[in-house]
């Protein structure tokens, strides 16, 4: 199964939290809300220049892709 690129996440007992997944590598999660980032693969051997630049990169391809889901289903409502 290929997994989509970015998945959004939710979560009852997290109602103010905007989740989204990450599949590939690095994955993690970010919560939009509070740009709280959880990393699901150990980056710790990366260059961190390197990581960093593509993180900021990978952080603004999840908040665009929320985005457009949401314009996508309120086009459908």
């Given amino acids: 199964m290929d ?4 998945l959004i996440g939710d979560n009852t007992r997290c109602d103010d939290a905007i989740f989204i997944i990450h599949t590939e590598y690095p994955r993690f999660v970010i919560d939009l809300v509070t740009e709280d980032v959880e990393w699901l693969e150990d980056v710790s051997e990366e260059d961190p ?6 993180s900021e990169r ?6 665009a892709f929320y985005d ?7 086009k459908e409502l």
């Avoid at 220049?49 to 593509?54: K, Y």
């Fill in 49 to 54: 220049a390197i990581l960093a630049e593509e």
């Fill in 3 to 6: 997994l989509p690129k970015f």
């Fill in 68 to 74: 457009s889901e949401i314009e996508r289903i309120e």
């Fill in 58 to 63: 990978l952080f603004a391809e999840a908040a």
